[in-house]
Each structure stands twice: as C-alpha cells, then as structure tokens.
C-alpha cells in the first residue's frame, strides 16, 4: 500500500537536496551509456508514435475530431524527463523501458512534437517503493538513490548536447521528481555556462521554485527568471495546479524560507490574472499513474459516446489563475461552464489513495494535460522569437 503523499514529501525532496549541498561532493556513480538507443524512451531517431486524435468537445454535447501529426521541421528541441512512474521493486528503476514511461510520454510531451524534436531518455528514477522506504527514514539510501537517477539525467543531457544539439533552441521539460531533477541540471550543467545560450525555456510543474520576495529570480536559479510574456526566452515555466474549490488545509503548507516566494506562472496567462486553458485529457481516463486514478465519468450529461478519440478538449469550459493565500502558492483551477453547458467538470486528476482523494497533492497527476494546449502555444512564439536572435540555429 502506498504511503500519503503530501507536500511533506515534496520538503524532504528539497531538504535532501540541501543537505547534500552542505555534504563534501563524491564522485557521481556510473550512468548508463546514452549512445545506446535503448537507453532513450523516444528521439527524432526512433520516435514515439501514439494516436493523439482528439474529439474536440461543444457546449451542446457535439464533437468534432482534431488529428495530429507532428511538425515535419520543427526549429527547436525539447527534452522531456518524465515523473515517478516506476513501480519496480528496488530502489531505483532497473535499466529497460516500459509502459510507464511511455504512457507518460503520451500523456505529458508527445503533443509537443507540434513544435519540437522530442528527446525522452530513460533513466534510473526512483521508484515508488524506493521513496516509500527511505523517504525521509534512510536519507543517506535515499540520496544514494537520487544521485544515481540525477547521474542518468545529466549524461543523456550531455549525449544529446553532443552528438544531436548542434546549436539549436532547447526547452527542458520536466514534472515532479523529472522536474527536480532538471533543477539540478539547470544548477550544475546550464545556469553561467555556455549552455544557457541554448535554453529557449525550462518547464517545471510539480516542482518549487522559489525567489526573493517581490522578484522572479534569486533564488532557486541565479539568472533564470519566471516566464512573464509568450515571446520571452530562457525562463522558467513551474505550476502546481488545484482545484479551485479543493485547497490544502492552511496548516500542511509548505514552509519557505525567509524572504523568499514559491514562483507560479500560468501558461494560459503568462502575464498574470485567469486564462482560458486548452487542456488535452484522456478520454478514458488515463494519467501518468494510473493505479491512483479515479474512473472516469461522462463528459457530458446525458453522456456522448467520444468515438475513435484518446484524448478529449473542452474549448472555453476551464480557467486557471495562479493564487497565493493561506492554502500556499497554486494554479487554481475552476470549471465556467456556459449557460446550458452540457458538459461538465469530469476530470480525474486528483489523487486517489485508499477510495479517498489526498488533497495536499491537488490535480498532480495531470498537472501538464490542463495546459497541453496552452504549452503549445507559447512554445511556438518562444521558439519564433528564439530564432530571431542573431547567429540562431533553426535548422538541421
């Protein structure tokens, strides 16, 4: 049975990461050899293919469906590190890809090819047991555990700088224990380097990013600061998203330090104030972890059959806006359906443990299915505004 997860984890993922900050570093421990294909879950070389196909959902209860297909020459690249999806006993996950990692990669980056050449590395993540066994009980384990994930992570980030890169525009995305781990990657391989030159953005839901009070950048990243405008390049995009009328209770915040402020950005309104999200659901109910998934309702009342789609939009039906109060710093999330809507608020989203929904973790498991859409968007004017830097590579 699966521990409570709560922001308690989330602390003990940061306050790992700070105390080994404070221990003298060790060498890394061997990473897997990423010039091997099978150490990639996907990449422009061997893609992932999945039907994205789309019934694009109207108040009246009528669809219409949208095909996908990716961009033939994308100018930009993405590189997708992938969530705790890892169920093998152990530890860390054993070398091999798996249904997990690809589900994750359906549900959380493939869509993005409309945009970018996608790379998706497997790597030796922390696996649920292995959180559940040393976090924070075992923290020396632990940390043993997530260096070797971390070692992965940065040796397909320099196989891939190395040998597919070739100067062009790279977004980094990532979501929780991925998202944590692109952190590092920004800090010990991007951040004052050559490298950063090459960053178009970083996305990191389900992280903590935090700056001084009043600022975008600090604190967590020294010269990377929150996403303010669509056409803006090398920031950061990082959201926790719950709904609206579901919030952790004030007492199981999470602690920040003095002086600092957790960073919400929102893709469907970068600027600040609500936006129209253009999420891209499951139709069956499918997310990144499905043994925490709820079974999914009707999207409509009395319900329409979605023929022949995997994946559902409701255009107009959510608004999102980041909020900070008492519950902590969120991506709030509300349904507005229009009068006689014949849809209705039927996501799956929130973490379900023991037949009982853990508020702490909100709408976690499909933080980036909320703001597919919206991601698409932005991503093609970063990338249109990346290539009008000078000496810019766009091109093979």
């Not at 070739?166 to 991925?178: A, M, P």
């Not at 998202?179 to 839901?205: F, G, M, Y």
């Not at 995009?237 to 209770?249: A, E, P």
């Amino acid at each position: 049975m699966r521990r409570a997860w709560d922001l308690g984890a989330i602390a003990a993922l940061v306050l790992c990461g700070i105390a080994a900050a404070q221990t003298p570093p060790s060498p890394p421990p061997p990473s897997l050899d990423y010039a091997d294909p099978d150490n990639w879950v996907c990449r422009p070389q061997r893609p992932c293919q999945d039907d994205l196909t789309t019934a694009v959902l109207s108040a009246d209860g009528a669809f219409r469906l949208e095909r996908f297909t990716s961009t033939a020459a994308p100018k930009i690249d993405c590189f997708y590190v992938y969530p705790t999806v890892s169920s093998s006993r152990g530890q860390n996950a054993p070398p091999g890809v798996t249904d997990a990692e690809r589900r994750a990669v359906r549900q959380q980056a493939l869509r993005l090819t409309a945009v970018c050449r996608l790379y998706a590395p497997f790597y030796r993540q922390l696996t649920w047991g292995g959180m559940e066994a040393h976090l924070p009980s075992d923290p020396a384990r632990f940390e043993a555990g997530k260096r070797l994930a971390e070692a992965d992570v940065f040796a397909a980030w320099d196989d891939y700088l190395a040998h597919d890169n070739h100067g062009r525009g790279v977004v980094l995305i990532g979501h929780s224990q991925g998202a944590w781990d692109l952190q590092e990657l920004i800090k010990s391989r991007i951040e004052e380097r050559p490298a950063q030159l090459r960053l178009v953005s970083a996305i990191l839901p389900g992280s903590l990013v935090t700056a001084p009070i009043g600022r975008d950048v600090g604190g967590t990243f020294k010269t990377l600061p929150a996403c303010r405008r669509a056409d803006q390049t090398g920031c950061v995009i990082v959201f926790n998203s719950y709904r609206s009328d579901i919030l952790v209770d004030p007492k199981r915040t999470f602690p920040i330090a003095r002086g600092q402020q957790v960073i919400c950005t929102n893709p469907a309104a970068l600027a600040g104030g609500p936006g129209v999200l253009k999420p891209y659901l499951s139709t069956v109910g499918e997310t990144i972890i499905p043994d925490l998934t709820a079974k999914q309702a009707p999207w409509t009342g009395p319900p329409t059959t979605l023929v022949d789609a995997p994946f559902v939009t409701l255009p107009g039906f959510y608004a999102a806006e980041c909020k900070s109060d008492e519950h902590g710093v969120y991506l709030a999330i509300s349904p507005r359906p229009a009068p006689g809507d014949r849809r209705v608020d039927a996501l799956v989203g929130d973490w379900i443990q023991d037949g009982k929904r853990n508020v702490a973790m909100g709408l976690h498991l499909i933080d980036l299915n909320l703001v597919m859409g919206n991601l698409v968007e932005v991503l093609r004017r970063q990338s249109e505004a990346w290539c009008k830097r000078p000496g810019a590579v766009c091109s093979d």
